[in-house]
T-cell receptor, first 114, second 114 residues
């Protein structure tokens, strides 16, 4: 089944404890992206990647890191999480990242930073 | 500033009734507009995509309309079902030369009651 998977789905952590949220897609998509979703706001892009070893900042990159060493994986790293990073995170992928491509979203990771 | 505003924020209707969700945008130039459905606990799933030259696009009981002159779109749901309960998100892609970054609305939360 074509899909985007994220792990973990739920995570509660404490301020300053490094964490990684994994994202994997099995559709051989070139483009991958991370978003955060907060109540009353639209999805905001954190980072995106047009291809392996190519990553770029989105609208809200502060406090996050990413890497794209393989086409299928795009982990999101929080080196020192803070409470304002409590949010619902979505990974997405599309074929080439063109404006006509449909983005396919993962199921989301709900992160709480105490 | 490119923005997408949706109304109402939330809506409750009885099963079997019709409803219409609104989306106003200021993104210019404009490439395409999508409606996504986001079930609780899941990632958004694309319902329709329209270019500036299209007025209407249907997907089963979902019909999206677009007026590019007034920068308005609507999503009409016919004969609602309990499974239509979800958040509906309007997403606009800027035109050529203005990047591929999607502009997301905050969504309309629809609840269908029996």
């Amino acid at each position: 089944e074509a899909q985007v998977t994220q792990n973990p789905r739920y995570l509660i952590t404490v301020t300053g404890k490094k964490l990684t949220v994994t994202c994997s897609q099995n559709m051989n998509h070139e483009y991958m992206s991370w978003y955060r979703q907060d109540p009353g706001l639209g999805l905001r892009q954190i980072y995106y990647s047009m291809n392996v070893e190519v990553t770029d900042k989105g609208d809200v990159p502060e406090g996050y890191k990413v890497s794209r060493k393989e086409k299928r994986n795009f982990p999101l790293i929080l080196e020192s999480p803070s409470p304002n990073q409590t949010s619902l995170y979505f990974c997405a992928s599309s074929l080439l990242g063109s404006r006509w491509d449909t983005q396919y979203f993962g199921p989301g990771t709900r992160l709480t930073v105490l | 500033k490119n923005q997408v505003e949706q109304s109402p924020q939330s809506l409750i209707i009885l099963e079997g009734k019709n409803c219409t969700l609104q989306c106003n945008y200021t993104v210019s130039p404009f490439s395409n507009l999508r409606w996504y459905k986001q079930d609780t606990g899941r990632g958004p799933v694309s319902l329709t995509i329209m270019t500036f030259s299209e007025n209407t696009k249907s997907n089963g009981r979902y019909t999206a309309t677009l007026d590019a002159d007034t920068k308005q779109s609507s999503l009409h749901i016919t004969a609602s079902q309990l499974s239509d309960s979800a958040s509906y998100i309007c997403v606009v892609t800027p035109g050529e030369g203005y990047g591929n970054k999607l502009v997301f609305g905050a969504g309309t939360i629809l609840r269908v009651k029996s």
